[in-house]
């Protein structure tokens, strides 16, 4: 069981930048790895960034050069900062965790989701 809690969300004006945190826990995290979605009102959830199985970085082309996913050495907390903010980012931001040699940018791959956490844009 792996356990995921969000924060940072909120509003910010076009332009702007937000970061945020996602706190991992559970006795099977580390057979996971871990990436962003969102989903913004009346439309599907989408990928947005995600570790690989050897630590390189994916992105979606709607958000590369914008943001930047890390995470802390213990690898329980994953960050995702995002710069030069869009009225079209926003949405609701979950993160998630997927098991070994699952396609990182598949929604229905991921196990396990947080709550998710509100990023509104405003222009």
């Known amino acids: 069981q792996v356990q995921l809690v969000e924060s940072g969300g909120g509003l910010v004006q076009a332009g702007g930048s937000l970061r945020l945190s996602c706190a991992a826990s559970g006795r099977a995290f580390s057979n996971y790895k871990m990436g962003w979605f969102r989903q913004a009102p009346g439309k599907e959830r989408e990928f947005v960034a995600a570790?690989?199985?050897?630590?390189?970085?994916y992105y979606a082309d709607s958000v590369k050069g914008r943001f930047t996913i890390s995470r802390d050495n213990p690898k329980t907390t994953m960050y995702l900062q995002m710069n030069s903010l869009k009225p079209e980012d926003t949405a609701v931001y979950y993160c998630?965790?997927?098991?070994?040699?699952?396609?990182?940018?598949?929604?229905?791959?991921?196990?396990?989701w947080g709550q998710g956490t509100q990023v509104t844009v405003s222009s």
């Open positions: 998630a965790a997927r098991r070994a040699g699952a396609i990182h940018y598949i929604t229905n791959n991921y196990d396990y």
């Open positions: 570790f690989s199985w050897n630590d390189n970085t």
